[in-house]
Each structure stands twice: as C-alpha cells, then as structure tokens.
C-alpha cells in the first residue's frame, strides 16, 4: 500500500513534505544506530526514499557498523569543502548515508550557528528524500538538542537499563522544558516480551506525564533477538540478513507505524522553519 502511494505520489509530480526523525537515546549502548539503520533500510524497502544522517559529531559509526567506507564526511561538508550530495554513500537496501565524522575532536564542540549551518544545508536534499532520519550521539549536548529540535519527530530509543530510563528522561526533561518539545515517541529496545515492552514504556511515560507538559506515544518494541547481534556482527542489516526474525519483523512494523505518523506542513519538515528560528531569536 504504502509502496503504490509513493510511486504514484512522484508519477504524478507532486512533491510530498520530507519526514524528518531524530532518533536519540540519552545515553549510549542502547541499540540507537541499529535501529537507525534497520528502520531505514526498512523504510526503503517500501519504497520510501530514505537519508540516514549521521550525526554523531566525533564518534560516528553508522558506516562501520554497515562496513562501508566512507572517504568523505560531514567534517568535510562543514570545511566547505563538499556538499551534502557529495559526501553521500550508498548504503544496502537503497538507503542512503551522510556519514558523521570520527576522531575530528572540533565536530564535537560545535557552536549554535555551525549547527544551524549542518542543518539549513539539507535543504539540497528536499526534491531528492522522503524520509531523512537522524541518528544523533548520546547525551544532551547542542549538537543532539539541535537536530531534535529540527525534526518533525523524536523518537527515544530506551531498554531496560536503569540508566537508560534515567538519561532518556533526562533528555526529555531538556528538550520540553528548555525547548518546547512537547511530543516524543518511545522504542522499547531488547525486550524480552510484548508485555515487558509496554511495562517499559509505561514506567518512562507515567513519570513524564506526571512531572512535564509532553506527550509521549508507544511507537513499538524491538525484541532481544540473537540475528540482530549476528547481523551487527557481519556489518548488515537484520531486515536484510533475516527479515523474518523477531527482530527483521519489528523493524518491518515499525517502518510501516512511522508512515503513519502525521506528515509535516511544509516541505522539508521542521528543518528550515527551525533555521529561520535560530536566526530570528539572534543566537550567536
């Protein structure tokens, strides 16, 4: 269905809004790039036309864990040295990659307004993507608080870690307090079942809801599932490697619920009207 959709939306010409998604975690070690990458390739597989950002500013993996290279990054774009296009891999499955730069300790310290200019460049990319997602590093500095504010959805990826349910809350707490945020969607990582899946989501949503102004919605679970590590150990992707095993399957449903999710008003997402943002509220 979805497939039809977009093939019949580009035959006909007409440009449908870009989705922008920051996928985020708080802390690190909780399976964020995995289901980056397996949302994504899942997403292409519907015929979806999908941009994986890798925004980890100094310690980017997105191409390691794929086992691609990547001779150029997004170090590169910010030197103006290349652009967008020109930094972009091709990745399995029709996925396309905008690698992050590993090991460049600058990319880590980014002002307000460098960040502001990685974000306005993917303007470039708006008559070419439907889907841009964003996997962001760990932690809440204005490097992740940027791009969760650009996009259009935030989706925090969380196990059942005491400290990954404190540091998601945490990132949360920051986004919708000091930014305004005030919606973001939960993926329950490595669950050991349905039921544990939705007791996780509810420990993390009954605690916002109590103590900030912020919707939180149950986008899905990803099981614990033996694949997925065999297929991180072959640098693939699961929906690829094993598209039937537990984890393939979540994958495939959670690119199906991510379809249905609102889309955006205008035509690249939350991106330029974030930018035109930045530059009206005079931060320097």
């Known amino acids: 269905m979805f497939e039809d959709q977009a093939a019949g939306l580009r035959s006909a010409g ?12 708080g802390k690190g070690g909780v399976g964020k790039t995995s289901v980056s990458v397996n949302l994504g390739v899942a997403l292409s597989k519907m015929g979806e036309r999908v941009c994986l950002l890798d925004a980890d500013m100094s310690m980017a993996n997105v191409d390691v864990l794929l086992g691609l290279r990547a001779p150029f990054n997004l170090s590169h774009v910010l ?3 290349h652009g967008l296009k020109e930094v972009m891999i ?21 002002s307000s307004v460098e960040n502001a200019g990685l974000i306005q460049a993917f303007s470039e990319l708006a008559d070419d993507i439907d889907v841009l997602l964003i996997d962001t590093a760990a932690g809440i500095s204005d490097s992740v608080l940027s791009f969760c504010r650009a996009a259009m959805e935030v989706l925090v990826v ?7 349910i404190t540091d998601a809350y945490a990132l949360i707490k920051v986004l919708n307090r000091e930014y305004g ?19 996780l989501f509810d420990k993390i949503a ?37 598209p039937f095993s537990p984890s393939g399957k979540a994958f495939s449903l959670l690119a199906r619920e991510v379809m249905r ?12 009207f974030f930018v035109e943002r930045l530059v009206q509220s005079g931060i320097r």
Request: hydrophobic fraction near 40%; charged fraction near 15%.
């Open 14 to 25: 007409q440009q449908r809004p870009v989705r922008t998604i920051a996928i985020t975690g």
């Open 79 to 81: 030197d103006g040295t």
């Open 90 to 110: 091709e990745g399995p499955g029709g996925l396309k990659i905008i690698p992050g730069s590993s090991g460049v300790r600058r990319m880590a310290n980014l």
């Open 158 to 164: 969380v196990c059942d870690e005491p400290a990954s």
């Open 181 to 199: 945020v005030s919606k973001v969607r939960i993926v329950a990582n490595m669950a050991q079942s349905p039921s544990h899946a939705t007791a």
């Open 206 to 242: 009954s605690v916002c809801e109590r103590f900030l102004d912020v919707q939180v919605s149950y986008a899905g679970p990803v099981p614990f599932d033996p694949s997925l590590r065999v297929a991180i150990q072959q640098q693939t992707a699961v929906v690829l490697s094993k």
């Open 261 to 272: 999710w609102p889309v955006p008003m205008g035509p690249s997402g939350y991106l330029q």
